[in-house]
């Protein structure tokens, strides 16, 4: 299997650095706000040559012949580092083009992620989808579940903020958000007042240490794919039921975070108290919905008999 046979003749993360460079050139006289979503390290794998090439070719004793979906190629392992070493590349170009503008100072840079690694595939147990080996990057780092799973390993992601001021350097704040935060968020940053109503609320606060957090209000998952699921975390707990469109719904399953971070050992036995929190605070969260539905016994349907 040949490298160039996988290489496009264009490499869109390229073309998205390269606009997002000169929208800061020509907008930093003026306030803005720039989404630049790349797709890195996403399948199918098909970085630029001279990037895998920097990976060791010991790495790849075998090469992904598309058993698992997108396309094939010859150095998986190097292809998938070469990505991410791609990804840091291009969040440097944008950080430099602050700099060289003049407004790195007085410029909020937030760097997540949507979900972890890509998951596991029927086609070979070597390869997760699209060829990632995700073992052997160790990319959930002991956590459960992948992309698809509400079980940590698929919903927690770095988030990496600095405004030079206001955010101190190399602080770390364990408060746990999520995207629906980011809204209220960004409205206190900019000094714009929140819309009523909202899902998430400001983590500025924690983030600038400007003032005391607030209790942190329920975080509430409902994902009518793989299979249907729903998830709440309260404070240092998280329940989680898996299953919901299949034809055996899964029980509720409670994991205490801080402790467990790893979700291996399930407390709803002894903790009924936190699955009924858990069907009250979706029963108040959730609207119907004709396009995604999600039936969830003892929330919107009769409760498991």
Same mark, same amino acid.
């Given at each position: 299997?040949?490298?160039?046979?996988?290489?496009?003749?264009?490499?869109?993360?390229?073309?998205?650095?390269?606009?997002?460079?000169?929208?800061?050139?020509?907008?930093?006289?003026?306030?803005?706000?720039?989404?630049?979503?790349?797709?890195?390290?996403?399948?199918?794998?098909?970085?630029?040559?001279?990037?895998?090439?920097?990976?060791?070719?010991?790495?790849?004793?075998?090469?992904?012949?598309?058993?698992?979906?997108?396309?094939?190629?010859?150095?998986?392992?190097?292809?998938?580092?070469?990505? #991410?070493?791609?990804?840091?590349?291009?969040?440097?170009?944008?950080?430099?083009?602050?700099?060289?503008?003049?407004?790195?100072?007085?410029?909020?840079?937030?760097?997540?992620?949507?979900?972890?690694?890509?998951?596991?595939?029927?086609?070979?147990?070597?390869?997760?989808?699209?060829?990632?080996?995700?073992?052997?990057?160790?990319?959930?780092?002991?956590?459960?579940?992948?992309? *698809?799973?509400?079980?940590?390993?698929?919903?927690?992601?770095?988030? #990496?903020?600095?405004?030079?001021?206001?955010?101190? $350097?190399?602080?770390?704040?364990?408060?746990?958000?999520?995207?629906?935060?980011?809204?209220?968020?960004?409205?206190?940053?900019?000094?714009?007042?929140?819309?009523?109503?909202?899902? *998430?609320?400001?983590?500025?606060?924690?983030?600038?240490?400007?003032?005391?957090?607030?209790?942190?209000?329920?975080?509430?998952?409902?994902?009518?794919?793989?299979?249907?699921?729903?998830?709440?975390?309260?404070?240092?707990?998280?329940? #989680?039921?898996?299953?919901?469109?299949?034809?055996?719904?899964?029980?509720?399953?409670?994991?205490?975070?801080?402790?467990?971070?790893?979700?291996?050992?399930?407390?709803? *036995?002894?903790?009924?108290?936190?699955?009924?929190? $858990?069907?009250?605070?979706?029963?108040?969260?959730?609207?119907?919905?004709?396009?995604?539905?999600?039936?969830?016994?003892?929330?919107?349907?009769?409760?498991?008999?």
């Amino acid at each position: 299997m040949i490298l160039d046979d996988w290489v496009g003749e264009q490499y869109a993360p390229l073309r998205m650095t390269d606009e997002a460079v000169e929208f800061v050139k020509a907008n930093h006289t003026r306030p803005f706000f720039l989404y630049l979503p790349f797709i890195e390290p996403h399948v199918a794998m098909h970085p630029p040559r001279e990037w895998v090439e920097r990976f060791p070719k010991e790495w790849d004793d075998e090469a992904y012949r598309g058993q698992c979906g997108y396309l094939p190629h010859p150095r998986p392992r190097a292809g998938y580092a070469a990505m #991410i070493a791609l990804l840091d590349h291009h969040v440097g170009r944008v950080l430099d083009a602050l700099d060289q503008a003049g407004i790195a100072e007085r410029t909020l840079v937030v760097f997540t992620s949507d979900n972890g690694t890509t998951h596991a595939h029927a086609g070979d147990p070597r390869f997760h989808v699209g060829g990632v080996d995700a073992r052997f990057f160790n990319s959930t780092r002991g956590l459960r579940g992948y992309k *698809g799973s509400l079980y940590e390993g698929g919903i927690r992601v770095p988030m #990496i903020a600095r405004l030079p001021g206001q955010i101190a $350097a190399g602080s770390v704040n364990e408060t746990p958000g999520y995207f629906a935060d980011w809204f209220p968020t960004l409205c206190d940053a900019a000094r714009l007042e929140q819309p009523a109503g909202l899902d *998430g609320q400001s983590l500025w606060p924690e983030m600038t240490g400007t003032a005391a957090p607030p209790g942190r209000n329920a975080m509430v998952w409902v994902f009518p794919e793989y299979g249907g699921q729903a998830a709440v975390r309260l404070g240092q707990y998280k329940m #989680i039921r898996q299953g919901l469109k299949t034809k055996m719904p899964g029980p509720w399953e409670v994991y205490d975070i801080e402790a467990d971070p790893g979700e291996q050992h399930n407390l709803a *036995g002894s903790r009924s108290d936190l699955v009924q929190e $858990a069907e009250m605070i979706l029963r108040r969260e959730m609207d119907d919905n004709s396009v995604f539905p999600l039936a969830i016994p003892g929330v919107n349907t009769p409760a498991d008999k």
